[in-house]
C-alpha cells in the first residue's frame, strides 16, 4: 500500500513540475496537481504513521 501511494506521490511531483515548467505556476493544472500532490503525501504520512504503530503494537 505504501509503494502505491509513494508511486502515485512522485508521478504526481513529476507531472506538476514539467507542467509548472511549461505553463508557470499559477496555472491551474499546475495548481490542481500541486493539490493533488498535497492530498498524496498527507495520505503517504497518514499510512506510514499508522504502519509504524502497528508494528509497535505486534
Not at 515548467?21 to 490542481?32: A, P, S, V
Request: aromatic share 4%.
Amino acid at each position: 500500500m505504501l509503494n502505491s501511494v509513494l508511486k502515485r506521490v512522485e508521478s504526481t511531483r513529476e507531472k506538476m513540475i514539467q507542467t509548472a515548467l511549461e505553463k508557470g505556476i499559477l496555472d491551474d493544472e499546475t495548481i490542481r496537481l500541486s493539490e493533488e500532490l498535497d492530498k498524496l503525501l498527507n495520505e503517504f504520512q497518514y499510512l506510514e504513521k499508522n504502519d509504524i504503530i502497528i508494528k509497535k503494537v505486534d
